[in-house]
């Protein structure tokens, strides 16, 4: 859902709100909303209709709103995002790309740099994510695509005919700031190659390239930084490496993970409680309590990484006693994205239902929570427990 023009805010909820009710079998975390005019997210967010689903903002420096300093721009920034930064897309913005500033340059001062350095630095520090508006212009393009001032957004120009087309960056120090935005950039600016190791931060070592080779597809290897084999290389860069997989019979609770929640943070060793972390109580379904587990509530999705050295996966399931009466979900779960367990529907005040799951080889194993789907209730108390939730892995 895109640029609502037109709407009050209001009305702009209710129609999502409907369509969010009519599909509802669309995971939430798959679904962007706009918010307000696509500019605030207040409105939005708090709406209990909408829990779960991302939330979709518009940024530029438009309308006459200029700030002198990046803390400006973030606090401006930030009041438009009302507190929703982890379901919040920054889904366009864009800076002149084709007039030669220089984003590496100081923060303050440069409307422009200053705006650019507080939308980067937030959504890379809140995990949000992000899309530059716009990616390519012709080369012989002055003006747009984007809003950008009579000048281009564009941070690639393409040029040649078909088929020969090539693409050139339109201003490096630009993509400096919006890599390190993406995550995918280590130094936030600087617009120059740097030699020194590569760390595989991950594993809090460093990466070795073997022979110095220069070749494609050369595969480097993991070294302590001290042992003095890291080989140099032109440019920076930060290697995100997983976890070792797990081994043993550990709960999924002890166990590093990503997730998503339709409200608050997944919970370890307790309910979900409300949207606050660590506000869950003692996970009980039907009275049966349990000292471990996982507290979720739907739509959810927890990734755990398994390396391909885990066989099963079991775990007690079922709505937790703290929503009272209410609630009805469905529980799968993945292997690799393929399904190899999956309840009906259950309801408040069942007995918890015991899930068993093959798992061999899987690198990756999905736990994911939906609402049930029977267009009753929501899934406004769908607190769903993986209760004593644990794996069989290799030692």
């Not at 609770?253 to 929640?261: A, E, G, H, I, Q």
């Amino acid at each position: 859902m895109n640029e609502p023009w037109g709407c009050s805010a209001t009305d702009e909820d209710n129609i999502a709100a409907a369509w969010v009710a009519h599909f509802s079998q669309i995971p939430r975390g798959r679904i962007l909303v706009p918010g307000a005019w696509e500019g605030n997210l207040c409105t939005v967010g708090a709406d209990s209709r909408l829990a779960g689903t991302l939330l979709s903002l518009h940024d530029y420096t438009l309308g006459g709103e200029t700030h002198p300093t990046e803390a400006d721009w973030i606090t401006s920034f930030e009041n438009n995002v009302c507190g929703y930064d982890s379901r919040a897309v920054l889904t366009e913005f864009g800076v002149p790309m084709n007039t030669g500033v220089n984003y590496d340059g100081p923060r303050d001062g440069v409307n422009d740099v200053s705006f650019l350095y507080a939308l980067t630095d937030t959504v890379r520090k809140q995990g949000m994510g992000s899309l530059l508006w716009t990616g390519v212009k012709f080369a012989d393009r002055t003006q747009g695509p984007g809003p950008c001032e009579n000048a281009s957004c564009a941070i690639t120009s393409l040029q040649g005919s078909a088929p020969n087309y090539t693409l050139s960056i339109n201003n490096q120090s630009g993509l400096d700031r919006l890599q390190y935005g993406w995550g995918t950039g280590s130094t936030g600016g600087g617009g120059g190659a740097a030699t020194g190791p590569l760390h595989a931060v991950g594993a809090g070592k460093c990466l070795d390239v073997p022979g110095a080779s220069q070749t494609n597809g050369t595969v480097t290897q993991i070294w302590g930084c001290q042992d003095g084999r890291t080989g140099s290389a032109t440019g920076s860069a930060t290697v995100m490496v997983p976890p070792p997989p797990p081994t043993g019979s550990p709960y999924v609770s002890d166990l590093p993970f990503t997730s998503t929640n339709g409200w608050g943070p997944v919970e370890r060793d307790t309910s979900n409680g409300e949207d606050a972390a660590g506000d869950g109580h003692t996970i009980t379904v039907n009275v049966t309590t349990y000292a471990k587990g996982l507290g979720a509530h739907a739509l959810s999705d927890v990734t755990v990484y398994l390396g391909g050295n885990c066989t099963a996966f079991t775990a007690a399931v079922g709505i937790d006693d703290e929503t009272g009466d209410y609630g009805s979900v469905t529980y799968t779960v993945l292997a690799d994205g393929k399904p190899v367990a999956t309840t009906d529907v259950l309801r408040a005040s069942q007995d918890p239902v015991t899930l068993n799951a093959d798992i061999t080889g899987a690198q990756h194993l999905d736990l994911v929570v939906g609402d049930g789907g029977d267009g009753g209730d929501g899934n406004g108390s769908d607190h769903a427990d993986w209760a004593n939730a644990h794996l069989t892995c290799a030692n």
